[in-house]
């Protein structure tokens, strides 16, 4: 429930007695440590590039995305009739230079384009490039680079971000980490910097959707929040970002003004997305205790204090506030102590506002400490009178944690808000941040769950090696609605919502959880309902989800299906089966067939072996058990294994099949004696050594065979015989 006006007005006028400024309610979700830096990227080359040929891949298996345009770069000559034949298939020559002619032609033409080019020539896509600049990790994380190569960036949607401070905007606008052209509004009056909080949300925002405008509003109070939002919607801001913490407004239960300036939001069109804050280890939640009597809430049995450390020249704000909004019947009051109160600890702050009857503020105090010393401090809350009612209450550390907390329902405003999307915080490893808040909200008896959505912190801006927290989060789900939204520009605000909950992934608890929500941000690109996360083809529909090679990636994306090394592409060309990685079944690899040549972007006839058939030479001996002569299958070696695309290896004449010596030369004339070292002669000592063989007294070796397996003339059976002897001695005459 929204408090009254009239109390609004007492409020900021005791704020301003009090000399208690608005800002101190909000606080800045983020801090920053050293972080890994992005990865690298690579490109293969090629006459015909493989990432040319994928797209023709998937032009060919997917005819909706025949018609995207693909940007390639064409080496070589361009003349006027490739200029012709470009323009002829639809496509564009964008520029020409010295390294190439860009064009532009839909994917579904390029390879027509590609059979008729000049053989010289070369067609590749762009060279991977980087600017100097730093990209935040979570967008490869959550599936935005996945938008962002279907050429989605945002370029419809206008993005407002609201914060405290945009310092180094000027400077991360000259490195190109900004756009030029965001509008950006100090309704603080001091000036658009002071903090450079805003200027890291807006970076990641701006990493996550590149062609989005940016609308920035720097605030420190509600009314100069509400005054935002009003030039927000004139401006036709579709998403807000708010990565900011309020406190004492409402009892963290979606209403109070705060929230009302969410709702407003909600109403006019505006998806309104807010860090859930960080305060799981600096919140309490309890109802007013007081079993002892003594007007003092017992935090735990006996113990009638908090504890908070703090180091010398801390400065810690407190916040309490309870459950009263609706009435302002009950007056609590907050105190800190150093040393145990009641055990000769000193009140070092207060906050004794006068609520209930005869009141007139909220039900919440304030303290704000700066510590003199190390040491640790005590919090007290008491009870005005024993006869009012005993209140839920709340009690926030804006500086160290408190020592007895309570992690649920930690969340502070306007996170807590029905028409609010709130983010959790994960770690770049999916690991659910410590000190993200944690849901859900207070409503009683039916809590509304929070928060809805995580997303990653811990990520690189040009200001920080690391910025964590959940205001490094929320602008990733706030850049993601926009990707969204210009996907689907009809979505409304609770259709846009729910399309991010829904593509989540579940990363936590399964199911929904206090901590990361539904799952931490994961884009569906290609809009087949599989989200970056758990999609093989992320940048193509396949609701089938089918990969034939098991290898992770879909067969609509994947080059090589089969994962045998060959693109599907030259597979097709060749005519093996894209799905097979041993076609002809010899037990040879279709790429080891193909690449036999050292070349497996191309099959070459008389080079390579016939992918296509067990025995490319024809000789009856298969390509495999010529290649494992040896005894070992595999390579060809030269020497030890049978040439697969020769029918006689040794080339005496004699073809491997009936060869008694298929890699020694046959020179049939009966010339082995001496042994070892035969002179040229065929005589007597010839015959006696070859008769030494018949008998078995000798065993021939492969120059004997070579030399005296005579007969069948022509055609040598291997085996030293009688037949053998009886040419011999023709041979001698």
């Known amino acids: 429930m929204n408090m009254p006006n009239n109390s609004m007005h007492y409020l900021s006028a005791a704020l301003r007695k009090l000399s208690i400024p608005l800002w101190l309610f909000a606080c800045l979700a983020s801090w920053t440590s050293a972080s890994a830096a992005p990865p690298a990227t690579s490109s293969p080359g090629a006459r015909f590039e493989s990432r040319v040929a994928q797209y023709m891949d998937q032009a060919e298996k997917k005819p909706a995305f025949r018609t995207t345009p693909i940007t390639v770069i064409l080496e070589g000559d361009l003349n006027k009739v490739a200029a012709g034949l470009i323009k002829n298939l639809g496509g564009t020559v964008r520029f020409s230079t010295p390294s190439g002619h860009e064009l532009s032609i839909p994917a579904g033409k390029l390879q027509a384009l590609r059979n008729s080019l000049p053989d010289a020539s070369l067609l590749r896509l762009p060279y991977p490039h980087a600017a100097a600049q730093v990209t935040s990790q979570g967008v490869n994380l959550t599936g935005a680079l996945d938008m962002q190569t279907l050429g989605n960036g945002g370029a419809s949607v206008t993005i407002g971000i609201i914060d405290l401070g945009f310092a180094s905007l000027s400077a991360a606008q000259a490195a190109g980490e900004l756009p030029a052209d965001l509008t950006v509004t100090d309704y603080t009056g001091t000036g658009t910097g002071g903090t450079d909080h805003g200027t890291n949300v807006a970076q990641i925002v701006h990493d996550m959707a590149p062609n989005a405008r940016l609308f920035l509003a720097k605030i420190n109070s509600d009314t100069q929040m509400d005054a935002a939002l009003t030039a927000m919607q004139a401006a036709g801001v579709r998403i807000i970002n708010h990565s900011v913490a309020w406190y004492g407004a409402a009892f963290y239960d979606g209403t109070g003004p705060i929230c009302a300036i969410a709702e407003r939001a909600a109403t006019n069109g505006i998806l309104w997305v807010n860090a859930n804050g960080n305060d799981r280890y600096k919140h309490y939640l309890a109802t007013f205790s007081d079993t002892d009597g003594d007007l003092r809430h017992n935090f735990a049995t006996s113990q009638n204090y908090n504890t908070i450390a703090l180091n010398a020249n801390a400065t810690v704000t407190l916040i309490l506030n309870w459950d009263d909004y609706s009435s302002a019947k009950v007056n609590y009051d907050l105190f800190l102590y150093n040393g145990v109160p009641g055990a000769g600890g000193s009140i070092v702050a207060q906050s004794t506002n006068i609520q209930g009857p005869g009141g007139w503020l909220p039900p919440y105090e304030i303290i704000t400490y700066a510590a003199p010393a190390i040491g640790t401090y005590y919090i007290v809350v008491t009870k005005k009178t024993s006869n009012t009612a005993n209140k839920r209450l709340t009690i926030f550390s804006l500086g160290p944690n408190l020592g007895i907390k309570t992690n649920a329902s930690s969340i502070a405003q306007p996170a807590d808000g029905i028409a609010v999307l709130s983010v959790g915080a994960t770690s770049l ?79 936590s608890t399964a199911g929904f959880d206090s901590r990361t929500g539904y799952g931490r941000l994961s884009l569906d690109a290609d809009q087949d309902n599989w989200n970056h996360d758990q999609d093989n083809c992320p940048l193509i529909a396949n609701a089938d989800q089918l990969d034939t090679d098991t290898d992770n990636q879909g067969d609509a994306c994947d080059a090589d299906d089969d994962n045998d090394g060959l693109a599907d592409a030259l597979e097709i060309q060749i ?123 000798l065993a021939p070796s492969d120059l004997e065979l070579s030399h005296l397996d005579l007969y069948p003339v022509g055609a040598p059976d291997n085996v030293i015989d009688l037949a053998d002897l009886a040419l011999l001695l023709k041979l001698m005459q």
């Open 429 to 507: 490893s999916d690991v659910p941040e410590g000190f993200s808040s944690e849901g859900p909200t207070t409503n009683l008896p039916t809590p509304r769950l929070k928060p809805e959505i995580s997303g990653p912190d811990g990520v690189v801006t040009s200001l920080s090696p690391a910025f964590y927290g959940t205001s490094g989060a929320a602008p990733h789900v706030a850049g993601a609605a926009a990707l969204v939204l210009a996907q689907t520009p009809a979505l409304t605000t609770t259709q846009l919502r729910q399309a991010l909950i829904q593509t989540a992934n579940d990363v």
């Open 575 to 697: 005519g093996t089966n894209p799905l097979l990685a041993d076609t002809d079944g010899d037990g040879l690899s279709d790429y080891f067939e193909v690449a036999f040549d050292g070349n497996a972007a191309a099959y070459t006839v008389g080079a390579d072996l016939n992918p296509l058939a067990a025995d490319t030479d024809g000789d009856t001996l298969s390509d495999f058990a010529e290649l494992a002569y040896d005894g070992t299958p595999g390579a060809y070696l030269p020497g030890t294994d049978l040439n697969p695309l020769s029918t006689d290896t040794d080339a005496d004449g004699f073809p491997d099949n009936t060869d008694p010596s298929p890699l020694s030369f046959n020179y049939c004339d009966g010339d082995i004696a001496p042994l070892g070292h035969p002179d040229g002669v065929v005589n007597a000592a010839d015959y006696a050594l070859a008769l030494r063989i018949v008998l078995g007294e």
